[in-house]
């Protein structure tokens, strides 16, 4: 399918930007962007040969817009410290919403858990990753098919 229907809007795509190319002033956000389009070119077409590669890269946008967000909250945060610890708990709530866990259910357990345990211990906190298969199943948000 990929092959049949992205290869030939690909193609001319390539066969645009090689035509407009000679035309653009270099130093032109025209010129720029198709240099740029000229440079990735090949890296596009790895989708068309890889199955398992995603067309588009929506699922990682979405997941870093709370961050973008954020980053306007962050600069009213007293400390760096408070920034940074702020950052980190986006970051386990986007991962533990990523791997359809239950974002309360699991700070909760991340709480109780490493508040019990001796965090420099490796094996504990590999445990405690949302995408272990040690994670409690009712920690799972269920899915209707």
Known sequence: ?????????????????????????????????LSYAQKLLPYMRTFLTNGCLEIDNNPAERAIKPFVIGRKNWMFSKTTKGAKSSALLYSVIETAKANGLAV??????LFETLANSEIKE????EKCMPWSENI???LRLRTTK
């Open 1 to 33: 399918m990929r092959l049949k229907r992205s290869a030939p809007i690909l193609k001319k795509f390539q066969e645009y930007v090689d035509n407009e190319i000679v035309n653009a002033l270099p130093k032109s956000p025209l010129g720029k962007a």
């Open 104 to 109: 309360e259910k699991y700070l909760v357990y």
């Open 122 to 125: 490796r094996d504990i906190l």
């Open 136 to 138: 409690p199943d009712e």
